[in-house]
């Protein structure tokens, strides 16, 4: 770690909330997807190009280089660094334009969010990585990604329109603006002169020449773009086009318009199965003539890792050792002309190609499942490593004509350097194989087993079949050592003089494509140690990192994984004081921050939960007094409410009273004794009346089903509504009423309790007691299950779907009886048929709590606002609110930073209605947006007879 000067100058050039040095900082952002390990001595985020300009300055004045980072999903350890690391996740600008024929995109919007604004337009990007959802355009960009439909044409070079980049000079240009032209040859006259020496000589050299178009007629991302050279004639363009794969290390990318390419409507998807690779390599000419969008390879062992996944065709399973397949899409705007494409391929193949008939699909949810199962399949081969050991993927190119061939050279490989689970897949209509390898790299020995493997992987690649050694990941560290090899000594010497010319002190990163030390490639390994059986799966690729809500805050889920795996190799190494720190930094940054809701599983290949791990080190970190204490509270918590209502009321009296800063200040005090108590917010109403509930059955109709309708916890204490109208107890049955649905309200509610917010604070003991206590009353209440159960907030729905684990034996067999459904789903199935909207509003807005992904009821949520609704919107950025039941009361700071997105987009406009469906995340986009937020229950009340 640099000395207070180095940390003081940089604050002064930033601010000191953007300038992180903690230890657990610069570890949490060491790691990037790839397999190599650099502690940054800092992590910085500079908002605009001024800051970026300052930077550069600092970089040259110390001698400390500096690396660019966006989303840190690179492979091939582009992103990481021992000096400065520039985080640039804050860069999130973008603009469609001209209709959707572009985009205006900053580093940091993915690419799965840029193709979400380009829907509506029926647009996309060219490049279609699988880590698309959580890759972000700055490295997309710099890596000259494709992926598995845009082959060549449609990559990140071919659709890149316009470039404005920052030189470390610290001068700004862009290739949109005609003025820059003149201005670049005038203000870098080195550089232009150097970039125009090199395009002479590559013109003059018939050889050289021929080589560069060759190598760009497939897929090829080993080192810089040289095609740049031929496309383009003045040296701002050529400059501008070298950035694209130019992996950070010439100048850095602030902007870029790209031009986009057409979402077609319909598409057509199989997984084909072959009796071995061999076979279903035969195909990809036959499949690519006729005109399969997409064809992507999988051997058998990449399907054995994924074999096990919910929803996937059992027939994997049976599929014999040496079988493959191939994941094929047709594509076309034209609904009959598609089925004709598929008709025409089936009718001209050779059955005996096949294992199984082939299926194709045009259904969209069968498309994404098999689409999830290929993107995935890179993390999932991770996650059935054996333990202790990294995870290393390579893309590498061979003809395709030659490449089963290839396959079987490359697979011998595997054997002679007992890589007995090694895999291949990858985008076999390009030629592009991936290979994945578990390695361990605990002694010299190892290593030297990896550097000889790989070694002979190249002579396979650039002598035996002339391919490229990377296709789309970038060159990286992994392969930098090797561009001469694959290129010749004439063509890597142009690339040293455009790395000198554009960064003569060699300080934006460093040692990435240009590295003349030839065992780079085993240098500065990352490994992955046991640690905790959670987590031990991560391969850190950081798929999840979006879905988190305490992603801008303090940790994602891999920054999480990664921190806790620093602390175990801090304290195998008895390094006490780096250890002690972390543990400090850890208690806020990874735990009371974390809301636990575990929507980084469903982001996550392999479904690592890291709010499970959360949950446990926080049962783990109570002492007994603490779960003495949360028993008595379930124990009492009739007692807990009616205090709790009290005190409700007290509150809204003084806060009413304008005694809003007294209530703040009487909570904050009361937290530094207590700090789970919450802190006052605004958004919290006097308690609701709860005269509704003293009448036990509510008869309607003796003609339909009698529903049990058992209010929760939440609604108790937090149901009135903001408009001082019904509260949802109120409207729950007034939409009842209107559907002529018999409801029964428990008459043992008062006192009850899911169990969440013991739970999610790891109390097992006083959850374990809740569970079996309301799965007990839920039975009674029910006539012993033959009665269905409606509970009217979502994340408590779900957490009744989780009691059976916690319960006691006579009261799992209640549990398994019971019926218990939320009130999206009794609105659904139950209400909406039975009901006639005789009014809509013009244009509403929902917040789709991350608990309705989790019970995979968005789309009966979206049918019912559609129902009352003329135009439904649902915000691009929605997620988690990070309230989590009770952490936004108790750390707001996580809620505010998790709804900034979402209330940004939904401000951009009026609605007629906010509607949710699970009060405290209610109050929290409320609080966000400024605007009321409400159950969907009021929408049917309020909509219909």
């Known amino acids: 770690m640099k000395n207070n000067d180095f940390l003081t100058s940089l604050i002064e050039l930033l601010s000191k909330d953007r300038v992180k040095s903690r230890l657990i900082d610069r570890i949490a952002y060491a790691s990037d997807a790839g397999f190599y390990y650099l502690l940054p001595e800092v992590v910085v985020q500079p908002v605009d190009e001024t800051e970026i300009l300052k930077l550069f300055m600092f970089s040259h004045e110390r001698g400390i280089p500096m690396v660019f980072r966006a989303g840190g999903t690179s492979l091939s350890g582009q992103s990481v660094t021992d000096g400065i690391l520039v985080d640039l996740s804050h860069w999130t600008g973008h603009h469609v334009e001209n209709a959707g024929s572009s985009i205006r995109v900053q580093p940091a919007i993915t690419g799965a969010m840029a193709n979400a604004h380009l829907q509506k337009f029926r647009r996309k990007i060219g490049p279609d990585p699988s880590s698309i959802s959580a890759a972000m355009m700055g490295g997309i960009i710099s890596n000259n990604a494709s992926g598995m439909c845009c082959g060549v044409k449609h990559n990140s070079y071919h659709t890149t329109r316009h470039i404005r980049f920052v030189l470390s000079s610290g001068r700004a240009f862009s290739t949109e603006n005609p003025e820059d032209y003149d201005r670049f040859e005038i203000e870098c006259p080195n550089l232009a002169h150097e970039l125009f020496q090199i395009r002479e000589q590559i013109n003059t050299d018939h050889t050289l020449h021929d080589l560069i178009r060759n190598k760009y007629q497939t897929k090829n991302t080993v080192g810089y773009s040289l095609n740049a050279f031929i496309d383009y004639n003045h040296p701002l363009d050529i400059f501008a086009h070298l950035l694209v794969g130019g992996e950070g290390t010439l100048a850095f990318i602030s902007e870029a318009v790209l031009e986009t390419v057409p979402d077609k409507l319909y598409k057509s998807t199989a997984l084909l199965y072959f009796g071995d690779i061999y076979a279903a390599c035969q195909l990809i000419v036959p499949l690519t003539l006729a005109g399969a969008e997409m064809v992507e390879l999988m051997d058998r062992a990449s399907l054995r890792s994924v074999e096990n996944m919910e ?253 806790r795996r620093a602390m175990a190799q801090l304290k195998n190494a008895n390094r006490k004081s780096e250890y002690q720190t972390l543990v400090k930094d850890f208690k806020y940054d990874g735990m009371e921050t974390c809301a636990v809701d575990g929507l980084c599983s469903g982001a996550c290949p392999v479904d690592i939960n890291t709010g499970e791990l959360v949950k446990r080190l926080r049962r783990e970190s109570h002492s007994s007094t603490a779960n003495f204490i949360a028993v008595v509270l379930a124990k009492n918590f009739r007692a807990v409410e009616w205090s709790a209502r009290l005190a409700l009321k007290l509150g809204h009296y003084f806060n009413k009273a304008g005694g809003r800063k007294t209530m703040l200040k009487m909570t904050t005090g009361i937290r530094r004794i207590f700090s789970e108590f919450p802190l006052w917010t605004d958004q919290i109403m006097p308690p609701p009346d709860l005269d509704v509930l003293k009448n036990p059955v509510v008869k309607y109709s003796s003609d339909l089903k009698t529903v049990v309708y058992f209010p929760t916890c939440i609604s108790r204490l937090l149901g009135s509504s903001p408009k001082g109208s019904k509260n949802i107890m109120e409207t729950f049955l007034s939409v009842s009423k209107k559907a002529g649905i018999q409801v029964v309200i428990s008459d043992k509610v008062f006192g009850s309790c899911c169990g969440q917010i013991f739970s999610s604070k790891g109390y097992k003991p006083a959850f374990n007691f809740t569970a079996n206590l309301i799965v007990e009353r839920l039975w009674d209440s029910s006539d012993n299950g033959k009665n269905l159960i409606v509970t009217d907030v979502s994340s408590c729905t779900f957490t009744l779907h989780q009691l059976r684990s916690s319960l006691s034996l006579p009261n799992q067999q209640k549990y398994d009886q019971l019926k218990i459904v939320d009130s999206i789903d009794y609105l659904h199935d139950l209400v909406l048929p039975a009901l006639y909207p005789f009014k809509k509003k013009e244009k509403i807005v929902l917040h789709s709590v991350c608990t309705l992904q989790k019970l995979k009821t968005q789309g009966q949520f979206l049918k019912i606002a559609e129902t009352f609704a003329g135009q439904v919107i649902v915000p691009l950025h929605t997620g988690c609110c990070g309230m989590a039941g009770d952490r936004g009361f108790l750390f707001p700071e996580l809620t505010a930073s998790a709804t900034f997105s979402e209330a940004k987009e939904v401000k951009q406009h009026e609605y007629d209605g906010y509607y949710s469906s699970a009060r405290t995340c209610e109050m929290a986009m409320s609080h966000a947006v400024n605007k009321n937020y409400e159950s969907i229950l009021y929408l049917v009340d309020e909509c219909s007879i």
């Open 311 to 563: 929803g996937i065709d059992p027939y994997i399973r049976t599929l014999p050792e040496n079988a493959a397949a191939l994941l094929v899409e047709f594509q076309d705007d034209d609904l009959e002309r598609l089925n004709d494409s598929v008709t025409r391929f089936l009718a001209s193949s050779t059955i005996q190609y096949f294992l199984k008939e082939p299926v194709f699909s045009t259904d969209y949810k069968q498309r994404e499942f098999l689409w999830k199962v290929r993107k995935g399949l890179f993390p999932a081969v991770g996650a059935v490593r054996a333990q202790g050991t990294t995870v290393i993927l390579e893309d590498i190119v061979f003809p395709v004509a030659l490449l089963g061939n290839a396959i079987l050279d490359l697979q011998d490989l595997f054997k002679k350097y007992q890589y007995e689970n090694g895999i291949i897949f990858g985008h076999a209509k390009d030629g592009n194989i991936h290979f994945v390898i578990s390695q361990s790299f605990e002694g010299e020995a190892e290593i030297q087993r990896y550097d000889r493997f790989l070694r002979e992987v190249v002579i396979l690649v650039v002598d035996k079949y002339n391919g490229s050694l990377k296709a789309e990941h970038g060159t990286g560290r992994n392969m930098a050592p090797f561009v001469q090899t694959e290129w010749g000594k004439d063509a890597y010497e142009i690339m040293k003089r455009i790395k000198v010319a554009a960064d003569p002190f060699n300080l934006l990163n460093p040692g990435v494509i240009i590295n003349e030390d030839e065992s780079a490639h085993t240098r500065n390994l990352k490994l992955l140690p046991v640690v905790e059986e959670e987590v031990d799966k991560c391969i850190e690729c950081g798929f999840c990192e979006h879905k988190c809500p305490s992603k801008a805050l303090t940790l994602t889920p891999r920054q999480r994984i990664v921190v």
